[in-house]
């Protein structure tokens, strides 16, 4: 019953930027902390950001702070990861997921997930 769709993915040059969003159904995320996971074919899924339930704690993995921003907006049942200076090594299937209250990097934190959009940055 609980749906998390993302949207927003797509191919883009090194240095540009893109946004993806997801929307959850089936539940509100008032009360959750939510992140953001990329996957890459023969890699551990990798913590990107999360988001405390009223949006005033983020936390960011080293590798993308100073270049993603994450936000919210818990009436919209929404999240977005907007991605600037990206990178080929950004390259990945985006997931996002609803947590508990407390953000935290650890995937298993988290009790719901997205399918995913893919995100492709070219040279």
């Known amino acids: 019953q609980v749906r998390l769709v993302e949207s927003g993915g797509g191919l883009v040059q090194a240095g540009g930027s893109l946004r993806v969003s997801c929307v959850v159904f089936g539940r509100t995320i008032s009360a959750n902390a939510m992140g953001w996971f990329r996957q890459t074919p023969g890699k551990e899924r990798e913590f990107v950001a999360a988001?405390?339930?009223?949006?005033?704690?983020?936390v960011f993995a080293d590798s993308v702070k100073g270049r993603f921003t994450i936000s919210r907006d818990n009436g919209k049942n929404t999240v977005t990861l907007q991605m600037n200076s990206l990178k080929p090594e950004d390259t990945a299937v985006y997931h996002c997921?609803?947590?508990?209250?407390?953000?935290?990097?650890?995937?298993?934190?988290?009790?719901?997930w997205g399918q995913g959009t893919q995100v492709t940055v070219s040279s």
């Open positions: 988001i405390s339930w009223n949006g005033g704690s983020t």
């Open positions: 997921a609803a947590g508990r209250f407390v953000l935290s990097p650890r995937d298993d934190a988290y009790d719901y």
